[in-house]
Structure formats: C-alpha cells, structure tokens
C-alpha cells in the first residue's frame, strides 16, 4: 500500500497529470480556513474602532458602539472554534523540522528569488509555521485576556487590577495578530499561485515543486498505479 | 426665563423655585472621552466639591435614599446577609454606598465604628474618562463635575478597569455604566446634590472646592482639638485632586475605612495602554500594512516558472511509472 504521510496531510493528493494538479486542501478545511478569516476581518475591524478614537466610526459598519461591543467578544468565541478545528488539521504538519533552521537562515535567498538555494520542504515552510504558532499562540492569548475583559458575561472574574492588565495584553497581542495576519495575506499574494489553495484547493504542479517539493514528492510515490493509460 | 440659574454655593439653602434655564452647558465640557480637540471653553465655572465628614456621619442612609429618590433608580431589595451595608455593593441603581467599618483602635483599645459614603469622587484626572473608548460617553465640566452621558455609552466595561476607585458599574439590562453624577442636573440649576440635601448632620456639604476646603479645615483643627492627632482631609493628589473629599479621623490610613486608597492614581498599565501604545501601535499596524502594499506593487513577485512545471511533470511522472514497476 502507499507510503506512510510524512510530509502531506490526508486528501492532499496529485489530481491531474498534464498539466500537474495537487490537491493542497479540502473542501472543509477551505471553509473552515474562510470562516476562521471572515471571523478575524470583523475582529480586527471592530478591535480596531475600541483601539483608536479615530477609527471609532467604524462601530458604524456593524450598527453602532453597543452593537460592535456585543457583537465583538461573541465573533471572538466563533473565530476560537473556527481556527481550533483548523489548528486540529494542520499542527503536526507544522512542526519545527531540520530544514526550517537552513530555510530560516537563507530566507533571503528566497526574498531575492532563489529559491533553488534553499532546501527543499515539506507542506510548509518555516515562515508558514511561524504564522501557524504566532497565531495559535495570540489567539489563546486573546481569548484568555479577552473573557477576563467581557463585562457583559464576565464583569467579575478577575480583580481589577488583573482586568487592567488583561485589557493591555488583549490589545498588544491583537497588534501581534494584526501583524502576523498582514504577514499572512501578504505572503499569499507575493507567492504566485498560492490562493487557488485556499479558493479551488489546488495547486499547480509547478507551485508544489517550486516552494514544496518533499510533499510533492511524497505525493507522487502515493499515485495509485496508473491505469489510463 | 433668559437668566441662566445661579451656580450653586450650597446644598443647605432652598433653591429658586422660578423655572431658569441650565447653567450647564455642552460649551463647558473641557474634557471628553475619546475626543482629541474640544472647542475651548468660553468661560470658567466655579469648581464645586462635595465633602463628606466622616466623623459626622451617623450612617442613616439618608443620602442612599435622596439619591434614589432623586435619580429615580429601583436598586433591588436583596438578601439579609449580616451586614449593614445595604445594597451588598454599588450598583447600577445604587450610586452612593453607605460602607461600614468596625476598628479596633490599637491606640485607645476603643471599637471605632468607620462609616464612610462610597461613590463617585469626581477626580480631576479621572481614570474612566482616559480609559473609555466611546467618544462623549465620559464627560468633564469646568466645575469639576465628571458625568457619564449614557447615550453615548457602549456598556463596555473600560472606565471600571480605568477608575481608581472601583465605582463604575455596568447596567445588566440598560448596558451602559453608571455612578454618581453629583447632581449635575440639579447644579445646573442652582441646586445642590440631593444627597447633600437630605443629610440630618451635615455630614454631607456642597459648595464651591475653595469654600469646602476651609470647612473642611475648621473640621480637622477641631478633630484634632478632641484628640484625632491625625484628622485630616482626603482630596488626593495623585488624581489632581476630587471633587468629592473626606474628612477623616485618621488621614494618615484612609484604606481603614473600607478600603478607601491610600494613594489612588490611575494604573500606570491604563495610562500606558492608553497613551503611547494608542499612537504607536496603529502606527506599527499602518506601517506594516502600506509597507506590504507598497512591496506587492514594486517588488518582484514570486512566480512559477515553466521550468518549475516541466520538473513537475517529470517528478510525477517519474514516480508514476516506479508505482507501476513496484
């Protein structure tokens, strides 16, 4: 039977051959992926408009402050729900591997567009799972300082002093987030191709071998014997 | 009519009865939550204070009640639990709080019974307002007076982390914080704060901050005359100063009664949080964002060449054909 995943994840798998398809992400994970960044758009959107007095306005978008206040913490729940689900699917393959530190350390390399001098990797590189564990951490750092701060539900389940720290916190570590989110989409758009992943599920075989040739590899020895032809 | 109402001096005289416009107006607002610029003032009313002596205070709850009386709140009627304040807390509906402290003094071996009336203190740096993220729901007059405009409250909870004095409280089903106004609605008219108004001792008075502090001054000197070496007056500094002050039998110990800080001051954590992280970290943000954006449009970007696609196709091809040899 087929090898052991060591470097791909159930249901990734090359779908067509001339031209080279791989399927990067399933159906459920895709909505799961869009729920969990629809759920961050509103966060930050509404985050935003506590942060700053001048981007109070914004409450507007969503009917008011008392609208955006209620709506903000319960957006937060769903979007914990949402990304633990994603984060059930995705952690193992983002394990820190050998390759990551000489990836890390040539990521220049990369940004300059030569990418052949780096080593070749798995489903992820080591940008992707710093995004994956910045991520994971902020949003358990979110959601923690963020029930210490919701007065509607919570209003005593920390001191007050703990309560001022917890809001100083959740606003840093939403910075965090904000940052690691731009560094994120930005990555997405600068790497030709990567967002068909997220919206067909596939990739072009030429994407894989570029930025992901181990999973591709190990998806081409995981080919059912061909029998078309 | 077009005489505005006289600003209130005292709580003790009868008002005027004649019907005169609000002496308060949104022109003499000088400090707004949320707001950067505020049109300055045309003019500078007098600052008022109230102060409450402590040592006068017989605990009748008199104030609780003109207080309710007058702003129209329904605190519920709770529990007996054995203890004398009544409600349990502040609350919502219950802006003033009769807080009760038995001490055993160490010096004279004497069971001093503290009664101090909780509430607002109306700090002329107050910690609500800077914390608060609605813009105008936290307003502070020239007077003094700090003032929760409830229509622009969003019911977030900020000025209860941002308050020295752990006074704000959140309405369950109004959503929106509430306290003590000090009758900004009756000073505006010429009237002292009900509370005031209603106290059989005196231990509650009203007049302009100056006037406040000389009673309170003849007060101490006569504590001090009966053997309270250590009367004083409360108006604490690391606030700028209240608008509601205390004096106290033991000014060197306020946190003796019912945990009255010593020296309060907004949390060094809200003022970092709401001073330079604010501006520095929407810059971070703007920063990152343009410089993304600006990189997406001038950088090269990272694309597929169809060389990348030929080794592809070898790849999966290659391996297609070991899978069928195996």
């Not at chain 1, 981007?55 to 903000?72: A, I, N, V």
Request: net charge neutral.
């Amino acid at each position: 039977m087929a090898e052991k995943r060591v470097y791909s994840a159930p249901g990734d798998e090359i779908e067509a051959k001339h031209p080279v398809l791989v399927g990067r992400y399933r159906g459920i994970t895709r909505l799961n992926h869009w729920v969990t960044a629809a759920c961050m758009i509103v966060l930050l959107i509404s985050g935003f408009s506590f942060f700053h007095p001048s981007l109070f306005w914004m409450t507007g978008l969503f009917g008011g402050g008392q609208t955006t206040r209620w709506l903000h913490p319960i957006v937060g729940l769903v979007l914990v729900a949402s990304f633990l689900m994603l984060f059930v699917q995705m952690w193992k393959l983002n394990l820190p591997r050998r390759e990551d530190v000489e990836w890390s350390l040539k990521i220049g390399d990369m940004l300059k567009g030569d990418e052949d001098k780096l080593p070749e990797l798995g489903k992820y590189n080591a940008g992707q799972k710093f995004v994956f564990w910045g991520m994971s951490a902020l949003i358990a750092v979110l959601v923690t300082t963020g029930i210490m701060i919701w007065e509607e539900y919570f209003p005593h389940i920390v001191s007050i002093p703990v309560r001022r720290i917890a809001v100083a916190v959740h606003a840093l570590a939403a910075l965090g987030a904000i940052l690691i989110f731009i560094v994120h989409v930005y990555a997405a758009i600068w790497t030709r191709g990567t967002i068909r992943a997220m919206t067909r599920g596939s990739v072009t075989g030429g994407w894989a071998f570029r930025h992901h040739r181990k999973w591709l590899r190990e998806l081409a020895g995981r080919q059912r014997p061909d029998t078309s032809k | 009519m077009s005489e505005r109402a006289p600003e209130p001096v005292t709580a003790a005289a009868n008002p005027p009865i004649q019907p005169l416009p609000s002496n308060l107006l949104a022109s003499d607002v000088i400090r707004a939550s949320a707001t950067a610029e505020l049109p300055a003032p045309e003019r500078q009313l007098t600052q008022v204070a109230k102060l409450i002596d402590v040592s006068k205070c017989i605990g009748c709850k008199a104030c609780q009640s003109a207080c309710i009386e007058w702003n129209d709140t329904h605190p519920d009627v709770e529990e007996n639990v054995g203890v004398y304040e009544n409600p349990h807390d502040l609350t919502p509906d219950m802006f003033t709080l009769m807080r009760f402290t038995e001490y055993e003094n160490p010096k004279t071996n004497e069971l001093e019974w503290l009664i101090r009336k909780d509430g607002c203190m109306h700090c002329a740096d107050p910690g609500c307002l800077k914390a608060c993220p609605a813009p105008g729901a936290i307003v502070q007059y020239s007077n003094g007076i700090v003032d929760f405009i409830s229509d622009n409250c969003i019911g977030c909870g900020y000025c209860v982390t941002g308050c020295p004095f752990n006074i704000p409280r959140v309405s369950k089903t109004a959503h929106v914080s509430k306290k003590c106004t000090l009758c900004s609605d009756r000073v505006a008219v010429g009237q002292g704060p009900a509370c005031a108004k209603a106290c059989p001792t005196k231990a509650i008075s009203f007049g302009t901050k100056e006037s406040m502090i000389e009673l309170a001054e003849e007060r101490v000197e006569d504590l001090k005359s009966r053997g309270y070496d250590n009367a004083g007056l409360y108006d604490p500094q690391g606030v700028g100063g209240t608008h509601v002050m205390y004096v106290l039998h033991h000014a060197d110990q306020p946190s003796l009664y019912a945990g009255l800080p010593d020296d309060p001051q907004i949390s060094p954590v809200v003022r970092g949080w709401k001073g330079p992280a604010k501006t520095v970290g929407l810059a971070v943000a703007g920063l990152a964002a343009a410089g993304a954006l600006l990189h997406g449009l001038f950088a090269r970007a990272n694309e597929v060449t169809p060389h990348d696609d030929e080794e592809a196709e070898n790849l999966v091809d290659g391996a297609g054909h070991r899978g069928r040899e195996a």
